[in-house]
Protein backbone atom coordinates (compact mmCIF):
# COMPACT_ATOMS: atom_id res chain seq x y z
CA UNK A 1 0.00 0.00 0.00
CA UNK A 2 1.60 3.72 -0.98
CA UNK A 3 -0.12 7.13 0.23
CA UNK A 4 0.87 10.34 -1.88
CA UNK A 5 -0.13 12.88 0.11
CA UNK A 6 -0.21 16.66 -1.79
CA UNK A 7 -1.72 19.98 -1.88
CA UNK A 8 -0.22 21.96 0.97
CA UNK A 9 1.13 25.42 0.81
CA UNK A 10 1.16 29.02 2.04
CA UNK A 11 -1.57 30.48 3.24
CA UNK A 12 -2.62 33.51 5.18
CA UNK A 13 -4.91 32.99 8.54
CA UNK A 14 -8.78 32.69 7.57
CA UNK A 15 -7.61 31.32 3.79
CA UNK A 16 -7.87 27.32 2.48
CA UNK A 17 -6.29 24.48 1.61
CA UNK A 18 -7.57 21.12 0.03
CA UNK A 19 -4.94 18.43 0.67
CA UNK A 20 -5.43 15.49 -1.50
CA UNK A 21 -3.91 11.72 -0.92
CA UNK A 22 -4.06 9.09 -3.33
CA UNK A 23 -3.93 5.34 -1.67
CA UNK A 24 -3.03 2.63 -4.28
CA UNK A 25 -2.12 -0.71 -3.45
CA UNK A 26 -4.90 -1.80 -1.17
CA UNK A 27 -6.82 -5.08 -2.14
CA UNK A 28 -9.55 -5.84 0.30
CA UNK A 29 -11.80 -3.83 2.93
CA UNK A 30 -12.44 -2.82 5.48
CA UNK A 31 -9.43 0.14 5.90
CA UNK A 32 -9.78 3.87 7.05
CA UNK A 33 -7.70 6.56 6.20
CA UNK A 34 -6.66 9.30 8.87
CA UNK A 35 -4.67 12.75 8.43
CA UNK A 36 -2.20 13.52 11.42
CA UNK A 37 -0.35 16.80 11.61
CA UNK A 38 3.04 17.61 13.03
CA UNK A 39 3.64 20.63 13.96
CA UNK A 40 7.26 22.63 15.12
CA UNK A 41 8.24 21.15 18.16
CA UNK A 42 4.88 19.37 18.57
CA UNK A 43 4.07 15.63 18.39
CA UNK A 44 1.93 14.28 15.97
CA UNK A 45 -1.60 14.20 16.33
CA UNK A 46 -4.86 13.34 14.83
CA UNK A 47 -6.82 15.85 12.90
CA UNK A 48 -9.09 13.72 10.86
CA UNK A 49 -10.26 10.28 9.89
CA UNK A 50 -12.31 8.52 6.87
CA UNK A 51 -13.62 4.75 6.82
CA UNK A 52 -13.05 3.76 3.61
CA UNK A 53 -16.09 1.31 3.04
CA UNK A 54 -19.19 3.79 4.92
CA UNK A 55 -17.47 6.83 5.05
CA UNK A 56 -17.80 7.65 8.74
CA UNK A 57 -15.68 10.53 9.69
CA UNK A 58 -14.32 11.74 12.47
CA UNK A 59 -12.31 15.06 13.84
CA UNK A 60 -10.05 16.50 16.56
CA UNK A 61 -12.02 18.64 18.13
CA UNK A 62 -9.57 21.57 17.36
CA UNK A 63 -10.28 21.29 13.87
CA UNK A 64 -14.42 20.43 14.07
CA UNK A 65 -16.36 23.08 11.84
CA UNK A 66 -13.77 24.19 10.02
CA UNK A 67 -11.94 20.60 8.43
CA UNK A 68 -13.74 18.29 6.04
CA UNK A 69 -12.75 15.11 5.06
CA UNK A 70 -14.18 13.33 2.10
CA UNK A 71 -13.17 10.20 -0.25
CA UNK A 72 -13.46 9.85 -3.97
CA UNK A 73 -13.91 6.09 -4.44
CA UNK A 74 -13.17 6.32 -7.78
CA UNK A 75 -9.88 8.00 -7.67
CA UNK A 76 -9.12 6.38 -4.31
CA UNK A 77 -8.10 9.57 -2.98
CA UNK A 78 -8.84 11.08 0.64
CA UNK A 79 -9.41 14.84 0.95
CA UNK A 80 -8.88 16.95 3.55
CA UNK A 81 -10.72 20.60 3.01
CA UNK A 82 -9.24 22.52 5.19
CA UNK A 83 -11.50 25.96 5.97
CA UNK A 84 -10.77 29.27 8.46
CA UNK A 85 -7.16 28.07 8.64
CA UNK A 86 -5.07 29.84 11.52
CA UNK A 87 -1.50 29.81 12.76
CA UNK A 88 -1.71 26.91 14.72
CA UNK A 89 -2.79 24.84 11.90
CA UNK A 90 0.96 25.09 10.32
CA UNK A 91 2.38 21.72 10.53
CA UNK A 92 3.44 19.03 8.21
CA UNK A 93 0.17 16.90 7.31
CA UNK A 94 0.32 12.94 6.87
CA UNK A 95 -2.34 10.79 5.59
CA UNK A 96 -2.12 6.73 6.76
CA UNK A 97 -3.84 4.30 6.01
CA UNK A 98 -5.15 1.30 8.54
CA UNK A 99 -6.57 -2.10 8.17
CA UNK A 100 -10.21 -2.38 9.89
CA UNK A 101 -12.15 0.70 11.70
CA UNK A 102 -11.40 3.92 12.01
CA UNK A 103 -8.78 5.22 14.78
CA UNK A 104 -7.00 8.47 16.05
CA UNK A 105 -3.82 6.53 17.43
CA UNK A 106 -1.30 7.20 15.13
CA UNK A 107 0.33 3.99 15.99
CA UNK A 108 -2.40 1.49 14.72
CA UNK A 109 -1.90 3.22 11.40
CA UNK A 110 0.70 1.29 9.46
CA UNK A 111 1.21 3.11 5.93
CA UNK A 112 2.00 6.41 5.83
CA UNK A 113 2.44 8.99 3.13
CA UNK A 114 5.57 11.48 3.04
CA UNK A 115 4.01 14.75 4.50
CA UNK A 116 2.94 18.17 2.83
CA UNK A 117 3.78 21.32 4.79
CA UNK A 118 0.93 23.91 5.46
CA UNK A 119 2.76 27.37 6.48
CA UNK A 120 -0.88 29.90 7.90
CA UNK A 121 0.70 32.89 8.20
CA UNK A 122 -0.97 35.84 10.75
Known amino acids: VQLQASGGGLVQAGGSLRLSCVVSGRTFSPYAVGWFRQGPGKEREFVAGISWSIGRTYYADSVKGRFTISRDTAKNTVYLQMNSLKPEDTAVYYC????????????????WGQGTLVTVSS
Open 96 to 111: AERSGVLSMRSSEYVY
